[in-house]
């Protein structure tokens, strides 16, 4: 799955969302800022992305991804 692809899906449930990218293909490091993590813990922000994604990881077409997210 390319970087292109996942900041789609992210930016479609989390609009203001700033997304990007270190690493391949193989394995991501993505840093997620977005106003909308204000007020809710990191492991909530986390979950908000990763849930966004959850059907990439199921199908296996996203196998690895270190992820950051930041209150924008």
């Known amino acids: 799955m390319d970087r292109e692809a996942i900041q789609k899906i992210i930016l479609e449930g989390i609009p ?3 997304c990007s990218f270190d690493g391949d ?3 991501f490091k ?3 800022t977005s106003s909308s993590f204000k ?3 990191i492991i909530e922000q986390h979950k908000k992305v990763l849930n ?3 059907d990439n990881f199921q199908s296996g077409s996203l196998h690895a ?3 950051d997210t930041k209150v924008g």
């Open 16 to 18: 203001d969302a700033n």
């Open 25 to 27: 293909s193989c394995n």
């Open 30 to 32: 993505l840093v997620v």
């Open 39 to 41: 007020g809710i813990s």
């Open 52 to 54: 966004l994604l959850k």
């Open 65 to 67: 991804l270190s992820l």
